[in-house]
Each structure stands twice: as structure tokens, then as C-alpha cells.
């Protein structure tokens, strides 16, 4: 297992230097991840510290918390290793690190109260587990709005054998950015709606994920005024890990002349689809190819919030093009107006092994405002499952807003008419009479939590506990 090294905003790793690395995974590097530097190594692992950092803001500077940079450094490690991280707790208050994505044993989950307890300021906590299965996921805080701060950085987990065939690889986060700035903004839910500001055309049509007005989208830590650079040459394949880690805002993702191949979502392989743009709920990954089939050039990689005003960006250059042919701040892709994957777009490459017949368990939920089923937590009934059984969640929103649902521990196959529809972690249910099911087999015990990943929705009480029953 390694961190990343600090190699700067324009570097990336090759994928011929990194097949060059030890099988262990003990020395990988990627450019554009965030953050840069490394934990700190301790003979046991690696040592994490939350606590307060500045983050530089296009030349100013912001105090705010960070795992020693913001995004965090990347952890990155191979399929089957056990990940060991120690957390010292540098901040005033309780913090956790949860492993988003991953489904290790319950007591490494990183939920307080639910799978351990919180650390104290000045405490210390080691989180291990082995790691099995592949794929781009995040670690973050899992305190109140601790992530909105800063508290989260990219953690790849590669497979032992890379079916795919890139050149270099960027891991792009993309966040709303409140802390620290004094901008006089309206930080409130507006009810349910986006300010009408916020909504082009017709709000009960829009599309909105949450009603908080955000001065800032970064990417990767960097404004769109000082943005990450990716660099290339022509005919290069790039891999791209788009994250979507903000608190409250859905993303449309499009890199402009070029268009995206989908070969994984939240980690998981799915059979290539070609697609114009992306859309990004809170919490979801994709990881997409990307073809250098231009001569040269600067090209805007743009990501624009679903529903509210706003403005984030990357760049993509091509070797040898100079740095002022950078193409306008807010230059729009037109591949951002595209039609963006849809989950019915995406086949799975490993979907589960369900049993035959029917589901065991089968859930009927209704999402309103940030309630479940007219319930908020901690006041909420919990999800009973045995060990073993296939479980079946449906899940309709009638509300305005569009719900990231996010469960711990597991992953889930989303339904679509294909019946090879993705497996996942995080699913985003459209608003206004929005649909979704998913299936999932409960193989691992414990408590764990099923939220929506807006985290104001989920501090205001849109989560359920599944729980297992004992024998």
C-alpha cells in the first residue's frame, strides 16, 4: 500500500511506469489526484491527521480542515492487500474516517456511534482490513459536516490484473466550496427548492440536488480561475476517476471535443459505453476512457452543478501546446449539453449470483423532502436482514430535490430492463415520482447505515440503519 507522492497538478502516472511498480503496490504515483503528498508512513501502515490546514484559493487564504491538504492524499493500494491507516485526530473536536465505496468488517466502517466510537480530539484509531475488490472509491470524515470542510482525498484500489489499456490516469474530485469564504451568500434549503436564481426554465423540471447556494465548485482543491491541468499526447488514452465528493450538489461532467467511454461506476466494471457527458450525484464515481483525437490544443473540461448557478473546471492539453492557449474561464462545452449515461446505458461485467425464485426481504421506501417513509433518524425504524438473504429495495421520490442514496458495507445491482444493470453503491432516485430498485445479497453482518449523501439531508435525518438480525 502507498500514498501518492506530491508531483503537482500536471503529472500523471503512466500505465507502462505503473506496471513497472512493485506487485505490492508500494510505490504508485498519479498526477491531478488531489492534494499530493503522502500520509505518513509508520511501521504498521500509514498515519492520517485531520486538522486545521490553509487551502489556497486562486491567491487567497482560506483556514479550513484537511487530512493535511485538501482533497486529502491519495491512498492506493491492490486487490487483496489489507489497508492499515492510523488516524490521530488533530481537530477540536470528534472525528472518523469512513471508507466509502469499500465494504470492510463492520467495525472499520467509520460511522460513529453505529460501528465505533468517534476519536477524541487528540485520540488515536487504526483502521484494518483487506481490501478484495477493485476500484475507485473516496475516504472521508463521518462526522456531522465534517466533509464539507475538507476532510476527504482518493483512495484506488487496483486490480491485480488491469484489463484496460490507458497511458496516464487523473483522479478529478469535484466539490462545493463554502468554508471559510465571506460571501454574504444564502447557505439555507429554500424549502425544497432552489432559489429562483438557480433554475433555468421551469423548477418543477429541473434538475436539483440540493438548494444551497455554494460560492465556489472546486476541482480538485483548485477554483476554476486556477484550475488542475491534464496533459497528453495525441492518440494517448487518458483514464479519467471523476468523484463526486461535494455535500450538496450534483454535477454534469463533458470534456469539450472529445467524448467519454464509461468503463466503471462507483468502482465497479461495466461493458464500454460512449457517452457526451456525465451526471455525478453526491458520492458517485465514474471512470471513463478518454481519446487525445485532436491534433493540439487546450480543451475545457467542464463541470457545471444540475440546478443552480455556478462553475468548476479542468484543462486538458496536449503536449507541446503552451500554457496561455488555456481556452476561456467559463467556455461551455457543448458536450455538456449531450444526452449524459444513464444507468440503463451501463451493463454490468460481474453482476451478483442471485438465487433463484423471488427476493427474501423486499423494502418499499418513499423519499419526501429528507425523510424516509415519513421517518427521521435516529426516530426510524431500522431495515431488519437476516444473514444470507437477497434483498430488494424500491425506492420513490416525491420530492423536489433528486436523493444520492448511498449503503454501507455492500454493493447493489441496480434494476434496469436490461436485467444487467450496474452494481453500485450510491443511486441516485430522480425527483417528482422518481424510481429506483436495487438488489443486494446480505453477506456482511453488522449495523450499517442507508443515507442519502447530501449531507445536510442526511444530518437532518434521511438515513435507515440496516441491520442484521443474529441467528
Same mark, same amino acid.
Given at each position: 500500500?502507498? #500514498?501518492?507522492?506530491?508531483?503537482?497538478?500536471?503529472?500523471?502516472?503512466?500505465?507502462?511506469?505503473?506496471?513497472?511498480?512493485?506487485?505490492?503496490?508500494?510505490?504508485?504515483?498519479?498526477? @491531478?489526484?488531489?492534494?499530493?503528498?503522502?500520509?505518513?508512513?509508520?511501521?504498521?501502515?500509514?498515519?492520517?491527521?485531520?486538522?486545521?490546514?490553509?487551502?489556497?484559493?486562486?491567491?487567497?487564504?482560506?483556514?479550513?480542515?484537511?487530512?493535511?491538504?485538501?482533497?486529502?492524499?491519495?491512498?492506493?493500494?491492490?486487490?487483496?492487500?489489507?489497508?492499515?491507516?492510523?488516524?490521530?485526530?488533530?481537530?477540536?473536536?470528534?472525528?472518523?474516517?469512513?471508507?466509502?465505496?469499500? =465494504?470492510?468488517?463492520?467495525?472499520?466502517?467509520?460511522?460513529?456511534?453505529?460501528?465505533?466510537?468517534?476519536?477524541?480530539?487528540?485520540?488515536?484509531?487504526?483502521? &484494518?482490513?483487506?481490501?478484495?475488490?477493485?476500484?475507485?472509491?473516496?475516504?472521508?470524515?463521518?462526522?456531522?459536516?465534517?466533509?464539507?470542510?475538507?476532510?476527504?482525498?482518493?483512495?484506488?484500489?487496483?486490480?491485480?490484473? &488491469?484489463?484496460?489499456?490507458?497511458?496516464?490516469?487523473?483522479?478529478?474530485?469535484?466539490?462545493?466550496?463554502?468554508?471559510?469564504?465571506?460571501?454574504?451568500?444564502?447557505?439555507?434549503?429554500?424549502?425544497?427548492?432552489?432559489?429562483? #436564481?438557480?433554475?433555468?426554465?421551469?423548477?418543477?423540471?429541473?434538475?436539483?440536488?440540493?438548494?444551497?447556494?455554494?460560492?465556489?465548485?472546486?476541482?480538485?482543491?483548485?477554483?476554476?480561475?486556477?484550475?488542475?491541468?491534464?496533459?497528453?499526447?495525441?492518440?494517448?488514452?487518458?483514464?479519467?476517476?471523476?468523484?463526486?465528493?461535494?455535500?450538496?450538489?450534483?454535477?454534469?461532467?463533458?470534456?469539450?471535443?472529445?467524448?467519454?467511454?464509461?468503463?466503471?461506476?462507483?468502482?465497479?466494471?461495466?461493458?464500454?459505453?460512449?457517452?457526451? #457527458?456525465?451526471?455525478?450525484?453526491?458520492?458517485?464515481?465514474?471512470?471513463?476512457?478518454?481519446?487525445?483525437?485532436?491534433?493540439?490544443?487546450?480543451?475545457?473540461?467542464?463541470?457545471?452543478?444540475?440546478?443552480?448557478?455556478?462553475?468548476?473546471? =479542468?484543462?486538458?492539453?496536449?503536449?507541446?501546446?503552451?500554457?496561455?492557449?488555456?481556452?476561456?474561464?467559463?467556455?461551455?462545452?457543448? &458536450?455538456?449539453?449531450?444526452?449524459?449515461?444513464?444507468?440503463?446505458?451501463?451493463?454490468?461485467?460481474?453482476?451478483? &449470483?442471485?438465487?433463484?425464485?423471488?427476493?427474501?426481504?423486499?423494502?418499499?421506501?418513499?423519499?419526501?423532502?429528507?425523510?424516509?417513509?415519513?421517518?427521521?433518524?435516529?426516530?426510524?425504524?431500522?431495515?431488519?436482514?437476516?444473514?444470507?438473504?437477497?434483498?430488494?429495495?424500491?425506492?420513490?421520490?416525491?420530492?423536489?430535490?433528486?436523493?444520492?442514496?448511498?449503503?454501507?458495507?455492500?454493493?447493489?445491482?441496480?434494476?434496469?430492463?436490461?436485467?444487467?444493470?450496474?452494481?453500485?453503491?450510491?443511486?441516485?432516485?430522480? =425527483?417528482?415520482?422518481?424510481?429506483?430498485?436495487?438488489?443486494?445479497?446480505?453477506?456482511?453482518?453488522?449495523?450499517?447505515?442507508?443515507? @442519502?449523501?447530501?449531507?445536510?439531508?442526511?444530518?437532518?435525518?434521511?438515513?435507515?440503519?440496516?441491520?442484521?438480525?443474529?441467528?
Amino acid at each position: 500500500m502507498s #500514498a501518492v507522492p506530491d508531483l503537482g497538478a500536471g503529472l500523471s502516472v503512466t500505465r507502462r511506469g505503473f506496471l513497472a511498480l512493485s506487485a505490492a503496490g508500494l510505490a504508485a504515483a498519479t498526477g @491531478c489526484a488531489g492534494g499530493g503528498g503522502r500520509p505518513s508512513a509508520t511501521p504498521g501502515g500509514l498515519s492520517l491527521q485531520p486538522g486545521p490546514v490553509i487551502l489556497d484559493v486562486a491567491g487567497h487564504e482560506v483556514p479550513t480542515w484537511g487530512y493535511g491538504t485538501v482533497p486529502g492524499p491519495e491512498i492506493r493500494l491492490r486487490a487483496g492487500d489489507t489497508l492499515r491507516v492510523r488516524l490521530h485526530n488533530g481537530l477540536p473536536e470528534d472525528t472518523t474516517v469512513h471508507w466509502h465505496g469499500l =465494504a470492510p468488517p463492520n467495525g472499520m466502517d467509520g460511522v460513529p456511534d453505529v460501528t465505533q466510537r468517534p476519536v477524541p480530539p487528540g485520540g488515536t484509531f487504526r483502521y &484494518e482490513f483487506r481490501t478484495p475488490v477493485a476500484g475507485s472509491f473516496m475516504y472521508h470524515s463521518h462526522v456531522g459536516m465534517q466533509l464539507d470542510r475538507g476532510l476527504y482525498g482518493p483512495l484506488i484500489v487496483e486490480p491485480r490484473d &488491469e484489463p484496460l489499456a490507458y497511458d496516464r490516469e487523473y483522479t478529478l474530485m469535484l466539490d462545493d466550496w463554502a468554508d471559510g469564504l465571506d460571501d454574504g451568500g444564502d447557505h439555507t434549503d429554500h424549502g425544497g427548492l432552489p432559489p429562483e #436564481a438557480a433554475v433555468d426554465g421551469d423548477p418543477t423540471t429541473a434538475v436539483s440536488f440540493g438548494g444551497r447556494t455554494y460560492p465556489l465548485l472546486l476541482v480538485n482543491g483548485r477554483p476554476p480561475e486556477d484550475p488542475p491541468v491534464m496533459e497528453g499526447r495525441p492518440g494517448d488514452r487518458l483514464r479519467l476517476r471523476v468523484m463526486n465528493i461535494a455535500a450538496d450538489t450534483g454535477f454534469r461532467f463533458a470534456v469539450a471535443g472529445h467524448r467519454l467511454t464509461v468503463t466503471h461506476t462507483d468502482g465497479m466494471p461495466v461493458e464500454p459505453v460512449t457517452v457526451d #457527458a456525465l451526471r455525478l450525484g453526491m458520492g458517485e464515481r465514474y471512470d471513463v476512457l478518454l481519446h487525445l483525437d485532436q491534433r493540439d490544443g487546450a480543451w475545457q473540461v467542464g463541470v457545471a452543478p444540475e440546478g443552480r448557478p455556478g462553475w468548476g473546471r =479542468a484543462v486538458l492539453r496536449y503536449a507541446g501546446s503552451p500554457a496561455s492557449s488555456s481556452p476561456p474561464v467559463t467556455a461551455w462545452p457543448t &458536450e455538456l449539453d449531450g444526452r449524459p449515461a444513464t444507468y440503463g446505458d451501463l451493463l454490468a461485467v460481474e453482476p451478483p &449470483e442471485l438465487p433463484a425464485g423471488a427476493p427474501d426481504r423486499v423494502f418499499d421506501l418513499t423519499l419526501q423532502r429528507t425523510e424516509i417513509s415519513g421517518q427521521s433518524y435516529p426516530d426510524a425504524d431500522p431495515l431488519t436482514v437476516a444473514e444470507g438473504e437477497w434483498v430488494r429495495v424500491t425506492m420513490r421520490n416525491t420530492s423536489a430535490k433528486w436523493h444520492p442514496m448511498h449503503l454501507h458495507g455492500h454493493h447493489f445491482q441496480v434494476l434496469t430492463p436490461s436485467g444487467r444493470g450496474p452494481v453500485k453503491d450510491t443511486v441516485t432516485v430522480p =425527483a417528482r415520482g422518481g424510481a429506483v430498485t436495487f438488489d443486494f445479497l446480505a453477506t456482511n453482518p453488522g449495523d450499517w447505515l442507508f443515507h @442519502c449523501h447530501n449531507h445536510h439531508h442526511m444530518t437532518d435525518g434521511m438515513v435507515r440503519l440496516v441491520r442484521y438480525t443474529s441467528p
